[in-house]
């Protein structure tokens, strides 16, 4: 049989056991805590780098909206002006073919006038 202090050292050797296994336990919870706390942290991370790419295009879009915006814009100040180089391109023309026919009916009226005339003489 054994003595106490046989069974005491068995105890305490025990009990050491015991308390590494919980300062093993304190670590590992610990080392899950670390764990979690970085995958937040990571988490964290990708949703604001996704947030600011989201971000990034959305300006690039309002600034690509802007230039789309202002080429419009001149090219409606174009077709303006297009439009109204034609009108007054249109307008001349019609002023000379108002005056070429002005012409036209007085030459027709004038060698009328002298086509009587020559009649008249003639007649007399």
């Given at each position: 049989?054994?003595?106490?202090?046989y069974?005491m050292?068995?105890?305490?050797q025990?009990?050491?056991?015991?308390?590494?296994?919980?300062?093993?336990i304190?670590?590992l919870?610990?080392?899950?805590?670390?764990?979690?706390?970085?995958?937040?942290?990571?988490?964290?991370?990708?949703?604001?780098?996704?947030?600011?790419q989201?971000d990034?295009?959305q300006?690039?879009?309002?600034?690509?909206?802007?230039?789309?915006?202002?080429?419009?814009y001149q090219?409606?100040?174009?077709?303006r002006?297009?439009?109204?180089?034609?009108n007054?391109?249109?307008?001349?023309?019609?002023?000379?073919?108002?005056?070429?026919s002005?012409?036209?009916?007085n030459?027709?009226?004038?060698f009328?006038?002298?086509?009587?005339?020559?009649?008249?003489?003639?007649?007399i």
């Open positions: 049989m054994r003595s106490p202090q069974y050292e068995i105890i305490r025990k009990d050491q056991q015991i308390g590494n296994l919980e300062k093993e304190e670590i919870q610990t080392e899950k805590q670390v764990a979690q706390q970085q995958a937040r942290i990571n988490l964290e991370a990708v949703q604001v780098i996704q947030q600011n989201k990034r295009k300006l690039q879009l309002q600034a690509e909206n802007i230039q789309l915006k202002k080429f419009v090219l409606q100040h174009n077709l002006t297009l439009e109204k180089q034609l007054e391109h249109q307008n001349q023309i019609i002023h000379q073919n108002n005056q070429q002005n012409q036209e009916s030459i027709k009226q004038i009328q006038t002298i086509y009587q005339s020559i009649q008249l003489s003639q007649a």
